[in-house]
């Protein structure tokens, strides 16, 4: 049953996520199990530090939040050993989940945002409380999916730097939005 927990989480990496939405899609695949048994293993999967979780965040209220958290993998590699997946069938949420493992390394307080009705991708904060917001997209090429991703740094009411990390070559501005490549971020250019 731990297997098919640890697929559930890692098929969902970068999504927000709950042991009792997990436990529903289990019991509509004929796997019953609840949302408490759920919640223990998600545990026991981050306390073997096979997956990273982070909080949500209230931007405007400036509270944290107790619900949908959204999980990390520690290594990319086994979701490939478990799922066998397509990287290009998932390439957003996987590059997030490296933007993620990077904020982790750079050692950074990490939250997932919500402002009113959407979500930021990371709230950060360094040891010296300086915070930024964080998107993260593969491209952002289509105005559709630009729009959806600037969205949420319309509703923060404050100035701290905003960044849109993407594997888009531009490095642009939008209205105050600094869009970054990648690759050119992890390696601090």
């Avoid at 709950?18 to 436990?23: K, L, M």
């Avoid at 997956?51 to 520690?74: P, S």
């Amino acid at each position: 049953m731990l297997n098919i927990n640890a697929t559930a989480v890692i098929d969902n990496i970068g999504s927000s996520s709950s042991a009792r939405n997990i436990a529903g899609v289990l019991t509509a695949n004929g796997k019953k199990i609840d949302n408490k048994t759920v919640s223990k293993y998600i545990d026991t999967l981050v306390e073997s530090y096979l997956f990273y979780k982070v909080n949500r965040y209230d931007i405007k209220g400036k509270q944290h939040l107790a619900t949908q958290e959204k999980y990390y993998l520690v290594d990319l590699g086994l979701r490939n050993a478990l799922l066998g997946k397509e990287v290009s069938a998932d390439r957003g949420h996987l590059l997030e989940n490296i933007i993620y493992l990077e904020l982790q390394r750079r050692n950074y307080q990490i939250w997932i945002g919500k402002t009113d009705h959407l979500e930021v991708d990371f709230v950060v904060r360094d040891k010296n409380g300086y915070t930024q917001y964080i998107q993260v997209s593969y491209s952002v090429k289509d105005p559709i999916t630009l729009t959806r991703e600037l969205a949420p740094f319309d509703k923060i009411p404050d100035y701290n730097e905003r960044l849109l990390i993407t594997m888009d070559y531009e490095n642009d501005s939008h209205n105050g939005v600094k869009q970054v490549n990648a690759i050119d971020w992890l390696l601090n250019k």
